[in-house]
């Protein structure tokens, strides 16, 4: 079961800038850190953003990560037919004492 | 480099055991924990426990918990999760994951495929 809320979909035409919400509780996003996962079909997936708004190393400044209380957001901009995939956020859940994972949004570059 | 290398696919029958290995290699295997997490076929992502690899200490997920068991052999650099009395719903493929400094599941294997069918 998914602790953390995403919308199911988002879309966008190249070069548009695309935003997908993650909704949690005090529990979870309110008292820990954010992270984004991307997952490209048939892939483990990728860690795209840690400790709310970090970026690794290889992973272009288009994509960025913000939190507020206890929501997050992951932005793309300049969308690129390659960033469609599943995006999902995760967070570590203080009454759960475990890691919880967002609903998971797939994006869509028309 | 961080590495990790996961055993094959699996089929099993309802009621039984499955066990699958990770295997670490690119750093200090001791040094940081690693998660299970599970994906059934079309579904999100279901984190499933924790393990410390040097203690051997162990944390579940409420739901799974009594019938997951996670392990560890040092000297070869693996961690193993052992799921029992599976269900159909157990259907998955399952992925072990490295944390990094903070704690966040960063490093993935490639997945392992368990199928529960009769």
């Known amino acids: 079961q ?4 995403q919308p199911p979909s988002a879309s966008g035409t190249p070069g548009q800038r695309v935003t997908i919400s993650c909704s949690g509780s005090s529990s979870n996003i309110g008292s820990s850190y954010v992270y984004w996962y991307q997952q490209l079909p048939g892939t483990a997936p990728k860690v795209l953003i840690y400790r709310n708004n970090q970026r690794p190393s290889g992973v272009p400044d288009r994509f960025s990560g913000s ?3 206890t929501s997050a957001s992951l932005a793309i901009s ?5 960033d469609e995939a599943d995006y999902y956020c995760a967070a570590w859940d203080d009454s759960l004492s475990g890691h919880v994972f967002g609903t998971g949004t797939k994006v869509t570059v028309l | 480099q961080v590495q990790l290398v996961q055993s094959g696919a699996e089929v099993k029958e309802p009621g039984a055991s499955v066990k699958v290995s990770c295997k670490a290699s690119g750093y200090t295997f001791t040094s940081y924990d690693i998660n299970w997490v599970r994906q059934a076929t079309g579904q999100g992502l279901e984190w499933l426990g924790w393990m410390n690899p040097y203690s051997g200490n162990t944390g579940y ?3 799974i918990q009594g019938r997951l068991t996670m392990t560890r052999n040092t000297s ?14 157990d259907t998955a493929v399952y992925y072990c994951v490295r944390v990094d400094g903070s704690g966040t599941p960063y490093y993935w294997g490639q ?3 368990v199928t529960v069918s009769s």
């Open chain 1, 2 to 5: 998914s602790v953390l809320t």
């Open chain 1, 67 to 69: 939190k507020s209380d």
């Open chain 1, 78 to 82: 300049g969308l690129r037919s390659e």
């Open chain 2, 61 to 63: 997920a409420q739901k």
């Open chain 2, 76 to 89: 070869i650099s693996t961690a193993y999760m052992e799921l029992s009395s599976l269900r159909s719903e």
């Open chain 2, 111 to 113: 997945g392992t495929l």
